[in-house]
């Protein structure tokens, strides 16, 4: 396998982890953003040996907006969910 290929795929199997659990709960959404900045992290890797400018330029503003979200996941609690009903003012 070259190097090139396991970039490609391990690209492609961690942004697909990275969403699946950002889909799937609210407490495992950080470890999808995680995976997601991996998953950049090969895109970017591949984009720069193979010459994929475009690709490159994409996967740098994803992977600045997954270093934000991991950010706020994991450094900014959740707001409190109000539990007032709507028939009570």
């Given at each position: 396998m070259t190097a090139n290929l396991g970039l490609?795929?391990?690209?492609?199997?961690l942004g697909l982890l990275g969403v699946g659990l950002m889909a799937g709960s609210y407490r495992a959404?950080?470890?999808g953003f995680l995976?997601?900045?991996?998953?950049?992290?090969?895109?970017?890797?591949?984009?720069l040996r193979t010459h994929t400018y475009g690709l490159l330029v994409m996967?740098?503003?994803l992977l600045l907006a997954c270093a934000l979200g991991l950010f706020r996941s994991?450094?900014?609690?959740?707001?409190?969910t109000?539990?007032?009903?709507?028939?009570n003012r």
């Open positions: 490609e795929w391990s690209g492609a199997l959404s950080s470890w995976a997601l900045l991996l998953s950049n992290a090969c895109w970017i890797a591949f984009a996967q740098i503003g994991m450094l900014i609690p959740p707001l409190p109000s539990r007032k009903k709507r028939g």
